[in-house]
């Protein structure tokens, strides 16, 4: 195996560097120009759900300051911007009538973003299911959720398919289903059972479909869709092809209920045949596999290490959990070709829990999606670092382990490159420090520090240093 982290690697034509937020998150103005309530809405303002009690109202006020945030964008360079479209604001009641302010203001932030010659991606759906489909339906339960979903995405590509051309269905099914249906700590912060939970995967998978479908038909000839999914992805823990190729299967295991079934159309034989996997049609199969135009991979860290089976050290675990969840595997690891090597407790993190570091999980996701599922493209679509970085005395932020992450994550990209895999854009996460879902304002993301009390933007050094690399066309690093 070539290790190409050291050596240059030209990125290739129109390959697009950019950053990427979500509405719920950085918007606020929760309810102008006849906005309807969301499940984040809704679930922020209960008791004890978000640190701290905070909550989307305010956010970033980006809905007020984009003209700023889009100066900020130029100053980076970036080629591109991607954002999400909040449902409840184009129909505030899910379906029926839409509402024309509300997608007067997507109007108005794409032409900002055309005319300051930034590409604009938008997501269909980044958490902000409107409250009215939870009430109806039980939101994603349903799979009338879906039909909605393909209804809102066809219409939103009917008005604005003449200026985006890119679009992405869902963001991480991965994680809304299991955080907001099966733990509960998301929104609608519903705990459901193994089996329920994985219907309520299925309908988002299908609502996905639905919306590849919707947005062929009345968007643009040459109008590009895909997702945008935070994948398990198995890291090898050992150099060899042996490894390499026993994370490759794992990483198909582990995305079953997920990726996998995007991108092959079924539900792999193991996943279909457990007693908790979902109840679906052929023709769900089918709407759920339609061909896509890139895959969006939102890629923190590895998800395992994985090592061949017959492999003699001590490392040993169970591999999978007796619920069917997304990230967990429905067989035995050694029965599908793969061991698992724990991780240890000191394994290197960022400021949030949950975020394990390990730079070649991004060389290794493009080149896990690329050998299983040969995609026309790839787009990273987040890549990102939390970071305690308070301000300095100087009034400065010098958020020098995000700036260390994304240097040793951006040279496993260059390695991809100079692998030929396809990947074609890379969207830091974030822009602004913007409200982390559960944990609200004190996890941050943005390469721009937002004040709390004033909204004021402060550049941090991880903006100066992600210019460099846009400026360089990758080089810099
Ligand atoms: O902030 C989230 C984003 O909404 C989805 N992907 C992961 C990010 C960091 O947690």
Known sequence: ???????????????????????????????????????????????????????????????????????????????????????????????GAPNAKGLAFYERLVD??????????????????????????????????????????????????????????????????????????????????????????????????????????????????????????????LAGEAHAEAAERATRDWNAGCLTAMLEGRYPAAYASHPDAPRCSADDLRTIGETVDFVGINVYGPGRYVLAPDTSVSADAPASGDALASGDAPAPG????????????????????????????????????????????????????????DPQEDGRVYDTDRVAFLRAYLAQLRRAIAEDLPVRGYFLWSLLDNFEWADGYDTRFGLLRVDRATQRRTPKLSASFYRQVVESDGAAP
């Open 1 to 95: 195996m070539k290790d190409a982290v050291d050596s240059p690697a030209r990125f290739p034509d129109g390959f697009l560097w950019g950053t990427a937020t979500s509405a719920y998150q950085i918007e606020g103005a929760v309810n102008e120009d006849g906005r309807g309530e969301s499940i984040w809405d809704r679930f922020s303002r209960m008791p004890g759900r978000i640190r701290n009690g905070d909550t989307g109202n305010l956010a970033c006020d980006h809905f007020h300051r984009y003209p700023e945030d889009i100066e900020s964008m130029k100053d980076l360079g970036v080629d591109a911007y991607r954002f999400s479209i909040a449902w409840p604001r184009v129909f505030p009641d899910g379906s």
């Open 112 to 237: 900002a973003l055309l005319g300051a010659g930034i590409e604009p991606v938008a997501t269909l759906y980044h958490w902000d299911l409107p409250q009215a489909l939870q009430a109806r339906f039980g939101g994603w339960q349903s799979r009338e959720t879906a039909r909605v979903f393909a209804d809102y995405a066809g219409f939103v590509a009917s008005r604005l398919a003449d200026r985006i051309g890119r679009f992405v269905t869902t963001n991480e099914i991965g994680s809304f289903v299991d955080l907001g249906y099966g733990s509960g700590v998301h929104a609608p912060g519903l705990a459901l059972a193994p089996r329920a939970l994985n219907q309520v995967r299925h309908h988002a998978l299908l609502g996905h479909g639905l919306a590849v479908q919707a947005i062929r038909a009345q968007g643009r000839s040459g109008t590009q869709v895909g997702p945008a999914e935070n994948l398990v992805v198995a890291v090898p823990a």
């Open 334 to 389: 050694h029965a599908s070709g793969w061991r698992v090597a724990p991780f240890s407790r000191s394994h290197p993190r960022t400021a949030a829990a949950w975020q394990l570091v390990d730079p070649s999980s991004l060389y290794w996701a493009a080149r896990h999606v690329t050998r299983l599922w040969n995609p026309p493209a790839i787009l990273v679509t987040e890549n990102g670092c939390a970071a305690a970085d």
